[in-house]
C-alpha cells in the first residue's frame, strides 16, 4: 500500500491503496465517485472515460501511480449540477436508452468539445470511435454532440 494525493474535480483528495490499482477502482471503491463505469477491464469499451490533465483516458487500465501530479475530471466534476452543455444535449435528443455507458460517451464528448469546439463528423466519428453503445444510440450521440458544440 502506498499514500497518492490525487487532484479530483478540483478537490485534493489522499488514498493509501495497492499502486497498481486501476484508477477506475480508487475512484469507485474510495472516493465513492461511481459515475464512472467498469465495462470491460481492457480499456476497449470507452464506460470508465475520465479526464487527465484534459485529456479522454481509460480509467480501468490506469494504475493510481501513473497519475502524479495530473488534474482528472470525472462526470461527477464535468458540472455542478449536470448541466453541462453535453448533458443537457444528450437529454435534448434522448440519447440514453439503458445509460450504462453514457458517462463515458459524454467524457470522450467533452474532450473532443475542449479541444475542437466547432467539430467535423469526421472528428466527432473519430473522437467517439471505440466507446461502445449496446443500445446502439450513436446517431443521437453524434447530433447531441452537433447540438452541444452550438451551444457553447
Request: positive net charge; contains cysteine; proline residues 4%.
Amino acid at each position: 500500500m502506498a499514500k497518492f494525493q490525487l487532484k479530483i474535480n478540483g478537490k485534493t483528495q489522499t488514498v493509501d491503496v495497492d499502486p497498481n490499482t486501476p484508477i477506475l477502482w480508487v475512484l469507485r471503491d474510495h472516493l465513492n465517485l461511481v459515475g464512472t463505469k467498469y465495462g470491460c477491464g481492457i480499456a476497449a469499451c470507452g464506460a470508465c472515460t475520465i479526464h487527465l490533465n484534459g485529456v479522454a483516458v481509460r480509467s480501468c487500465s490506469l494504475p493510481v501511480s501513473s497519475i502524479g501530479t495530473g488534474s482528472i475530471t470525472t462526470i461527477e466534476g464535468l458540472s455542478q449540477n449536470a448541466d453541462h452543455v453535453l448533458q443537457k444535449a444528450w437529454e435534448e435528443h434522448d440519447v440514453p436508452q439503458c445509460g450504462y455507458c453514457q458517462a463515458g460517451q459524454i467524457m470522450s464528448a467533452a474532450a473532443l468539445l475542449k479541444r475542437k469546439p466547432k467539430p467535423s463528423d469526421k472528428d466527432i466519428e473519430d473522437a467517439m470511435n471505440g466507446n461502445l453503445c449496446r443500445c446502439g444510440t450513436y446517431l443521437r450521440i453524434k447530433e447531441a454532440i452537433k447540438t452541444a458544440s452550438k451551444n457553447l
